[in-house]
């Protein structure tokens, strides 16, 4: 049976994203996961009130827009026929796969519905859109399947108030295999699959006022309309919160590296302090340079590693995770960015050893902006944590402009979901691993104050050069002092080693950037590190 997490404070993010997975593995255990597409069809005769109405994107942004200038409607909070459910009655919920929506199209794609309680007692409304006319999508028990004691209990309910969400399934590893391939489920979070990926990185529709002077709100989506095509799915979603409402699209095409082009248009009652777009959630708790702080048999436990921005100049940032002793932040400016996401760039099992949950696997996710977004910044915020349960570190994207209340945006981009792995024919090397440990000389007492940092680069024109070639290693520290640096060839893999020792004052960040150059250019990615030294 899944491991469900505990019903705390913390849910708004790791909680309800884990529980999309754990759910997921629960219809595999029944059989409702990866069910063959050539099922005979059930089918769902529609409700006598399900009179189809018109809609497109523009109706949807007229209405969001006008929502916009009323007070935020309180929150639905219906009475739940099932009672209040806790964590242990929701792991018994499944959606029953041959009742999945769509079967019955000329559509790869299957709609599972997530049943309301536990953490999920607002529901969200679903329509199935066909040439322009939307018609609502009901739901009841006959649904889902029950277990344990809801099975006597769910047959005296005939119908629930509505459901908390959808998963979307289609072939994506094999063409005669439905798998999961993207999930909605609590505020406006979701997440999605490439080819061979397990879930773990997640994406919102926005942040606001993240980890500001403010306490963060989370808008959620309300409504979706969802129509099926024969090889895209496209998702019109409305957002509401305290702060704005939005209308979304969302074009969803599974492959490899499965897509979401993203639309999103923007309508605010009020000032946000802070808007964050495009917005990105995962988890690392330690790799190879903080493992000392844990009692731990894997080497790293982490569904991301690294922050890549791609500047407009071509220049690339990479920026290792940390799991930092306090929250920590860090702001990236940039004009008009090709592309900026949190990437799982180790894809070897050995680094991890986790049999179940399969870290290497876990997917990259990047965002590519569809337009110019001006001047803004990158914002990397890291929050300490002791367990893996937690989602800890989110990145998105801040625009320079501020925001007043009546105020428009909108924003287009691409989310890109997959392994993500360096072109091998890229001309500068990446940064392939990162490690840390005490400053000094190995078999010396470090001296106070002092931490080493060893950095790993791969491919490129650098990986073809001999260890005599002309190439240095060029450093910044501020807040800290550089006490050495090298680099050399390791002749053992190919790779170029680069080593800096860094000295700080007690309570000090540090923060720190290091590139290689040679034949008037640079020949690799910029490291850059923030170093707290607690």
Request: charged fraction near 30%; hydrophobic fraction near 40%.
């Amino acid at each position: 049976m899944p491991d469900f997490p505990d019903n705390s404070p913390r849910f708004d993010r790791r909680g309800l994203l884990r529980a999309i997975g754990a759910s997921a593995a629960f219809l595999a255990a029944i059989g409702g996961s990866g069910a063959p597409a050539q099922e005979a069809p059930r089918v769902i005769p529609p409700a006598p009130d399900d009179m189809p109405m018109a809609f497109d994107f523009e109706s949807l942004t007229a209405e969001m827009r006008a929502l916009a200038s009323a007070a935020p409607a309180p929150a639905e909070r219906p009475k739940l026929p099932l009672g209040p459910l806790g964590y242990d009655d929701y792991r018994l919920i499944a959606f029953d796969a041959e009742r999945a929506r769509f079967r019955d199209g000329d559509t790869p794609f299957r709609l599972h519905a997530f049943h309301m309680g536990w953490l999920f007692e607002e529901p969200v409304r679903l329509y199935h859109l066909q040439d322009g006319m939307a018609r609502p999508m009901r739901f009841d028990t006959e649904d889902f399947d029950y277990r344990g004691r809801l099975a006597k209990a769910a047959e005296e309910v005939a119908e629930l108030p509505g459901v908390a969400g959808f998963r979307l399934n289609a072939p994506l590893n094999r063409p005669d295999r439905e798998d999961e391939l993207v999930a909605f489920l609590g505020a406006s979070y979701f997440r999605a699959l490439g080819r061979d990926s397990r879930y773990g990185i997640s994406a919102r529709g926005v942040a606001i006022d993240t980890a500001t002077s403010r306490a963060e709100e989370f808008p959620r989506f309300t409504r979706f309309w969802l129509e099926p095509g024969t090889r895209e799915v496209t998702i019109y979603a409305a957002l509401e919160g305290e702060t704005l409402t939005g209308a979304y699209r969302l074009v969803v095409t599974p492959g490899e590296a499965t897509e979401i082009e993203v639309t999103a248009r923007l309508f605010f009652r009020r000032a946000p302090e802070q808007l964050g777009i495009a917005p990105l959630t995962s988890m690392f708790l330690f790799s190879e340079k903080n493992r000392a702080d844990f009692d731990d048999y894997r080497p790293a436990v982490h569904d991301s590693d690294g922050l890549c921005i791609e500047r407009a100049d071509g220049d690339v940032l990479w920026r290792p995770l940390n799991n930092p002793p306090r929250l920590a932040s860090s702001y990236f400016g940039e004009v008009g960015p090709r592309a900026f996401g949190l990437y799982q760039r180790d894809r070897d099992f050995e680094s991890y050893q986790d049999g179940g949950a399969r870290y290497e696997r876990r997917p990259s996710l990047r965002v590519e902006p569809v337009g110019d977004w001006g001047r803004g910044a990158v914002r990397l915020v890291e929050i300490p944590t002791e367990l893996e349960a937690n989602d800890n570190i989110v990145a998105f994207w801040v625009p320079e402009d501020k925001i007043a209340a009546g105020d428009e945006r909108e924003y287009a981009y691409r989310l890109r979901w997959g392994d993500l792995n360096p072109e091998p024919a890229a001309e500068i090397a990446h940064v392939a691993e990162t490690r840390a440990g005490a400053g000094g000389v190995s078999g010396v007492e470090s001296a106070p104050g002092t931490r080493k940092f060893v950095i790993d680069l791969e491919g490129g024109a650098l990986e073809r050069l001999s260890g005599d070639a002309e190439v240095e290693l060029r450093v910044e520290a501020h807040g800290g002092e550089i006490l050495s640096q090298t680099l050399e060839r390791i002749e053992a893999n190919g790779r170029w080693r680069a080593v800096l020792d860094i000295a700080a004052a007690p309570d000090t960040t540090v923060e720190l950037s290091a590139h290689v150059a040679g034949f008037g250019r640079k020949l690799s990615e910029t490291w850059l590190y923030q170093w707290i030294n607690a």
